[in-house]
């Protein structure tokens, strides 16, 4: 089954312990995201990465780092986590920017973070 | 840049009743245009999608939408509310100029009354 994975779907954390939330997609996809969503705000873009070794700040990136070392996995990092990175946190996916993409992403379940 | 706006943050309908949700666009190329639908405790799930075929289109559970270049908007409708349809709806945009890259509203959240 075609799928983004995310892990973990809920955390609770301290501020300043350092986690890393995972995101792992079986599409062979090119172009993967993550998205923070808070009450009002809607969708915001932390980090992207148009391919491996490829990533580039979103519109909210402070507080957060991304690596991308292989297509599949995207996972996003919270070095020193604080009470306002608390959220709802998406991976999505995509075909990338090729000539056949639409831009259509397919997103994961989400990981609700907690920062205390 | 692309940007979307979203007309009324909470929308409420009657069972039976028409739904109505509101979605304007900007986008220096043709754009490709999406609605996503969020279920409480779920991830987005796609709705329906534009990509320059057919200008009215249609999705899943009865939703369709219509894309309109002259007022640069993309509504999405559907003619009878059912209860499961409460959840919070976003608009998105994308072009080949953003290289993949979504615009996203601030969503929509459809209420629907008994």
């Known amino acids: 089954e075609a799928q983004v994975t995310q892990n973990p779907r809920y955390l609770i954390t301290v501020t300043g312990k350092k986690l890393t939330v995972t995101c792992s997609q079986n599409m062979n996809h090119e172009y993967m995201s993550w998205y923070r969503q808070d009450p009002g705000l809607g969708l915001r873009q932390i980090y992207y990465s148009m391919n491996v070794e490829v990533t580039d700040k979103g519109d909210v990136p402070e507080g957060y780092k991304v690596s991308r070392k292989e297509k599949r996995n995207f996972p996003l990092i919270l070095e020193s986590p604080s009470p306002n990175q608390t959220s709802l946190y998406f991976c999505?996916?995509?075909?990338?920017?090729?000539?056949?993409?639409?831009?259509?992403?397919?997103f994961g379940e989400g990981s609700r973070l907690t920062v205390l | 840049a692309q940007s979307v706006t979203q007309l009324g943050s909470h929308v409420s309908v009657s069972e039976g009743a028409l739904v109505l949700l509101r979605c304007n666009y900007s986008s220096s190329v043709p754009p490709y245009l999406f609605w996503y639908v969020q279920y409480p405790n779920q991830g987005l799930q796609l709705l329906l999608k534009y990509t320059s075929a057919a200008t009215l289109v249609k999705g899943i559970n009865g939703f369709e939408a219509e894309f309109k270049k002259s007022e640069t908007s993309f509504h999405l409708t559907k003619p009878s509310a059912h209860m499961s349809d409460a959840a919070e709806y976003f608009c998105?945009?994308?072009?080949?100029?953003?290289?993949?890259?979504?615009?996203f509203g601030r969503g929509t959240q459809l209420t629907v009354w008994p």
């Open positions: 999505a996916s995509s075909l990338g920017a090729g000539a056949v993409s639409t831009g259509e992403l397919f």
């Open positions: 998105a945009v994308s072009d080949r100029s953003t290289l993949g890259r979504l615009y």
